[in-house]
């Protein structure tokens, strides 16, 4: 089993920035691959970005791509997402999530495996 822990969200004005940070603990070399996910009120989950164990594969969502960074520092087992240049439809409960395999793309919450219990970022003037 893999527990994951979001922090780091907020209230933030347009343009604004956060980073958001995901500690993992228990079996994390059962897992290959981190993911960030978001989810806004009645719309369905979709990927943001993720990163491979090695840091050296990461994929973004077009929506974010060139304003959000994934990172992981894998001493403290943590990864992280800068958001920059947010926007009001940024707003949505986050979540990270942990998968063993996924596709090319690795961005579909089917392929994830253990999840968080989500941090909130609203974003708004």
């Known amino acids: 089993q893999v527990q994951l822990m979001e922090s780091g969200g907020g209230s933030v004005q347009p343009g604004g920035s956060l980073r958001l940070s995901c500690a993992a603990s228990?079996?994390?070399?059962?897992?290959?691959?981190m993911g960030w996910f978001r989810q806004a009120p009645g719309k369905e989950r979709e990927g943001v970005a993720r990163i491979s164990s090695a840091g050296t594969s990461t994929y973004y969502a077009e929506s974010v791509k060139g304003r959000f960074t994934i990172s992981q520092d894998n001493v403290k087992n943590t990864v992280y997402l800068q958001m920059n240049s947010l926007k009001p439809e940024d707003t949505a409960m986050y979540y990270c999530?942990?998968?063993?395999?996924?596709?090319?793309?690795?961005?579909?919450?089917?392929?994830?495996?253990?999840w968080g219990q989500g941090t909130q970022v609203t974003v708004s003037s």
């Open positions: 999530a942990a998968a063993k395999y996924i596709t090319r793309v690795g961005l579909s919450p089917r392929e994830y495996d253990y």
């Open positions: 228990g079996n994390t070399h059962s897992t290959n691959y």
